[in-house]
């Protein structure tokens, strides 16, 4: 069956500081990733999303990024971290069709 | 520009009674629709989902009405339970490509014992 896993579960960081979010998934092959953002009192925003490996689309203009060195590895990174980048990070995943399955999250806050 | 919207931020209903979230969708292209569960500190599961061929889907106590000429979806929970508390997404899709999936703001249900 098919997992998928996020870490850190939470995550302090200060603002300049870099960041680095991994998600992997297991059980499939090819799938496409996503990158959300739940900030405070929001709904799910769509960050990036990737087709394959090296592929990334960006959704949102942001002081972060993503890359996909792997098949079903999927990272979010930040060179320097602000204080608007807190929110709640969601990975997931999808194969062609429809839905997706998400991780179960990172807590960031930016101090 | 929202495709989805989930124009109610909140609802709260006693333990017991029906709980009705309602959402509401602008593409007509879109041909299926779900409902994710979120808890707090959690990732969003998937619930209930319904194509667009049908206008209702029943699963235990959630049931998904489907109004395509309204571009209105419901998702009624009964009976509600306190475990039901959560923040509800609604989402829909038109399966083409790989950002596929739009998602509503989401309905914080509070069922009250």
């Known amino acids: 069956s098919q997992t998928i896993h996020q870490w850190p579960a939470t995550l302090v960081q200060p603002v300049g500081s870099p960041l680095s979010l991994e998600c992997t998934v297991e059980g499939t092959s090819n799938p496409n990733l996503y990158w959300y953002r739940q900030a405070a009192g929001r709904g799910l925003q769509l960050l990036f999303y990737?087709?394959?490996?090296?592929?990334i689309s960006s959704e949102v203009p942001q002081n972060l990024s993503a890359s996909r060195p792997q098949d079903r590895q999927f990272i979010l990174s930040s060179k320097k971290l602000l204080l608007s980048d807190s929110g709640f990070y969601l990975c997931?995943?999808?194969?062609?069709?429809?839905?997706?399955?998400f991780g179960s999250g990172t807590r960031l806050t930016v101090v | 520009d929202q495709q989805v919207k989930q124009n109610s931020p909140s609802l709260s209903v006693q333990e017991g009674r029906i709980s009705i979230l309602n959402c509401d969708y602008t593409n007509s292209m879109f041909d299926y629709f779900l409902w994710y569960k979120k808890y707090p500190a959690e990732g969003p599961t998937f619930l209930i989902s319904i194509s667009s061929i049908k206008d209702k889907n029943e699963d235990g106590r959630f049931t998904v009405f489907l109004n395509k000429s309204a571009k209105h979806l419901s998702l009624h929970i009964v009976p509600s339970q306190p475990g039901d508390s959560a923040v509800y997404f609604c989402a829909a899709s038109n399966g083409t490509g790989a950002n596929n999936l739009f998602f509503g703001t989401g309905t914080r249900l509070t069922v009250i014992p």
């Open positions: 990737s087709v394959g490996i090296g592929q």
């Open positions: 997931a995943w999808s194969e062609t069709g429809y839905g997706y399955t």
